[in-house]
């Protein structure tokens, strides 16, 4: 099992319009980034979860020795990168890259994608939409059939 999870809550939440960033607000009585790091470490399958924080002193580390913080970068892509960096030394076979602020994955869903890398280089859990797009042709609006899309 050479499979790693890094966790990236670095955000700034600049949209949430928030003091506190979101992948620190609480849900159900922990912060959202605390859902991910228990969720991985019940699922089993990492060796190693990094998570990536603007300020390492930010997250308390009252996990075991699986975890690791680190800091992040200024954008998301630089902080990914930072984590795979950090991860190279390791020479995994598998890492996962995740969203501190989406907490409501299931441990299921964590042991189809390291199954479906069995498989394929990379993979990417997608949902469908069930908002509606509209697009407009010179004065007339038409919908986007989500099929098509």
Known sequence: ?????????????????????????????????????????????????IIVANDKKQIKNRYTNKICIIKGGKERSDSSLI?????????????????AARPNFSIGLLKKLINSLKKNKAIIPVISSKDSIKYKIKNQLFNLKRENS
Do not use: C, T, W
């Open 1 to 49: 099992m050479n499979n790693y999870f890094i966790i990236l809550a670095s955000g700034q939440s600049k949209r949430f319009n928030s003091i506190k960033p979101k992948q620190f607000i609480k849900y159900k009585n922990k912060a959202l980034f605390e859902h991910s790091v228990d969720k991985a470490l019940k699922s089993k399958l990492f060796k190693k979860i």
């Open 83 to 99: 984590g795979l960096k950090f991860i190279k030394k390791y020479k995994p076979i598998n890492v996962l890259i995740h969203d």
